[in-house]
């Protein structure tokens, strides 16, 4: 063993890059990208599916196409929701928006972002997004919260990109296209999506699943099976489902091959429920998480291989205003 | 409960120098050089500037490679080399911190960066953290450049011509450059023999 091999045994063991860290780098490129560049066909499609998946988690991307299927798991299943009620929900008109409130946080150091978005209920017109870093530099020392929006001013700015301080970042969420896929779609298009089994099957059919199997030559690519692409869309849509249209969600992946069930698993907030997990070569496990009846999607946490939450987006609310900037009380 | 999709052939995958040219007109396919290399550019950074720093560089690293892509060597196949030489550059920034927690490796034998090493070093018997707390001081001792191209050979895998390519210099300065480095290296390492230690 010469000089050389003795240094490369040299802090071989350094932590790898943790999700929020990967989240955080990647959404600081996914707005420079967004900001360069001539306005051609599809970009709108990706800065909004990038500016939902700020807001819902990560939006990744894949190269190539292909399928796999994962084993059987475990017989663990929940026994799915009690029914398809849909209580107090409230369900938007076509002129109003869909505002999400989520927060987004990861137990390694680093801040965590409070996102609010404002997204039109039929996809029409262009929605927003505003995303606030929580760190101690970015605390106004008045309060000691986050600088979060206040009133009608929120997120109604035409200003996007990244504030002066660093501290926050806004994006509008351009008009819905159907190519992006179901990923962006407004309230009133996943409205249209069946409320059975054959839910599945629509969302795996959708255009916006993009499944690699094989690695870049040298190039250590990530494998994105169909269960991790799907899931990445299932990230962004699950927090602007209907009800009818989550419940049958909640149903079909408690039933759903290759998937691993966590139950009584909680979120970052200690809300408890049932969570559905897929590995996903880029990220870790990603677990979707409901409410123990399906009735509630309550955000998603990305778990390590010894089962340790890395990062977690909490949905925190949903509910429905009448303009971008609205905040509910 | 829906039928998986029949199975299609793979697409044969864009080379590095494909997708970076295709991202000049279409930016949003950057982002699969960074799917590619995050893990590898955070790993290099996070070895010689600890995780923290590394978090931020990487994110630099990208940006900045973006804001150049123009500038990308279309021969240049695989984009690692290249994404390092921005790393490298970015890390001369904190050269002078770089090298303070070399020399404070050195001197307590516990590594400010990362800290298992200390742990596992013990582990590994004394002679195994003595070896590691001189090749620390070494690297102290070395200059800028040569510390980057014994570690964008040694701890970035990198060829000489990759090093010399992400360097931005003639393979023989990092031939020589890496001579230097290793006969510091082999001086620090003088007292000791390393594969007598390896077996401790």
Redesign the interface.
């Known amino acids: ?8 045994r ?2 071989a ?6 999700a929020h ?2 989240n ?3 959404l ?3 707005d ?3 900001g ?3 306005r ?1 066909l ?2 709108p499609v ?1 800065r909004r599916r ?1 500016a939902i998946g700020l807001a819902f988690g990560v939006t ?8 796999l ?1 994962l084993p059987r798991p475990g017989t663990d299943r929940p026994s799915g929701a009690a029914g398809s009620e849909s209580g107090s929900e409230q369900v938007p008109r076509p002129d109003q928006y869909v505002f999400t409130e989520t927060r987004n946080s990861s137990p390694t ?2 801040p965590d972002y409070h996102v609010w978005s404002w997204m039109a209920a039929d996809g029409t017109r262009p929605g927003r997004v505003r995303s606030v870093k929580e760190s101690p530099s970015c605390r106004p020392a008045s309060s000691g919260s986050p600088a979060a929006p206040s009133g009608a001013a929120a997120g109604a700015s035409t200003k996007a990109g990244w504030s002066r301080d660093g501290c926050s970042w806004e994006d509008e969420l351009p008009v819905y296209d159907p190519k992006a896929g179901l990923a962006s779609a407004p309230y009133t298009v996943l409205a249209q999506l069946p409320t059975d ?2 839910l ?2 629509a969302l ?2 959708d255009p916006s699943i993009r499944v ?11 494998v994105v099976t ?1 269960e991790a692409a799907l899931w990445e869309v299932l990230r962004s849509l699950a927090g602007r489902l209907p009800a009818a249209q989550r419940v049958a969600l909640f149903r ?1 992946l408690s ?2 091959r290759g998937v691993s069930i966590h139950s009584g698993i909680a979120d970052a907030i200690g809300r408890k429920g049932v969570g559905f997990g897929v590995d996903d070569e ?1 990220l870790g496990r990603v677990v979707l998480i409901f409410d123990q009846n399906g009735l509630r999607y309550l955000g998603e946490a990305i778990l390590d291989h010894d089962g340790r939450t890395q990062y977690s987006g909490t949905l925190l609310r949903t509910v429905v205003v009448d303009r971008i900037g609205q905040l509910p009380s | 409960m829906a039928e998986p999709r029949a199975a299609v052939p793979d697409a044969r995958p864009e080379t590095d120098a494909a997708i970076v040219a295709r991202s000049r007109t279409e930016p949003e396919r950057f982002g699969e050089i960074y799917d590619r290399y995050a893990d590898a550019v955070h790993r290099y950074l996070a070895r010689r500037a600890g995780p923290a720093l590394a978090d931020d560089l990487t994110a630099e690293t990208f940006l900045a490679a973006f804001r150049g892509r123009h500038g990308y060597d279309p021969q240049a196949e695989r984009a690692l080399p290249w994404l390092y030489g921005i790393a490298t550059n970015l890390l001369r920034r904190h050269a002078r911190a770089e090298r303070a927690q070399y020399r404070a490796w050195a001197r307590t034998g516990a590594d400010p960066v990362v800290a298992d090493n200390h742990a596992d070093a013990v582990a590994a018997g004394v002679t195994a953290e003595a070896t590691v707390r001189r090749l620390a001081g070494a690297l102290a001792g070395l200059t800028a450049r040569e510390r980057d191209v014994l570690l964008l050979v040694v701890w970035g895998a990198l060829t000489y011509e990759e090093t010399a390519a992400a360097l931005d210099v003639p393979v023989g300065t990092v031939r020589s450059r890496l001579n230097r480095a290793r006969r510091r290296l082999r001086d620090a390492l003088g007292g000791i023999d390393p594969s007598e230690e390896s077996q401790t």
């Open positions: 063993m010469n000089e050389l091999d003795e240094l490369a040299v802090r063991g350094v932590a790898p890059m943790s860290a990967r955080a780098a990647r600081r490129l996914a420079a990208m967004a360069e560049g001539p051609i599809h970009r990706e990038l990744l991307t894949a190269t190539a196409a292909g399928a299927v150091p680093g089994p054959s599945l099957a795996q059919a690699s199997t094989s690695k870049a030559p040298g190039a250590g690519g990530p169909r079909a039933a759903m880029r």
